[in-house]
């Protein structure tokens, strides 16, 4: 949906907002889409400023560490998940970095 741009940035920007549960893409002209989203668990959620790294179509899913230790159901993919239907990520994926370190947080599809 297009929308007026609630976030003040410059074109080209992603801003997530966690309270509203919205996902801007900030457009020319003082507009934005807004596309609502779904974020991970309560405790493991991350805040500032990071960039777009690399984006993917079809992407690999490889739980971290933690979260194979967390549910070691997850064991069977820690050399990654294969892209498909049943892939966590979906179809596409945009990987997040913060001075050039992979942050592990993702915008992706379902």
């Known amino acids: 949906q297009i929308v007026d741009d609630p976030t003040g940035e410059k074109p080209g920007t992603i ?6 549960k919205h996902l801007y893409w900030v457009l020319e002209d003082g507009k934005a889409m807004r596309y609502g989203v779904g974020l991970g668990r309560q405790g493991y959620s991350w805040k500032g400023r990071a960039i777009v790294q690399w984006k993917r179509k079809w992407p690999t899913w490889t739980p971290p560490s933690a979260m194979i230790r967390r549910d070691p159901k997850l064991e069977k993919w820690r050399q990654g998940m294969q892209p498909g239907i049943s892939n966590p990520l979906g179809s596409r ?16 599809g379902s």
Do not use: E, P, Q, S
């Open 15 to 20: 801003v997530v907002n966690t309270t509203d």
């Open 93 to 108: 994926a945009l990987y997040i970095f913060k001075d050039g370190v992979d942050t592990l947080y993702r915008i992706h």
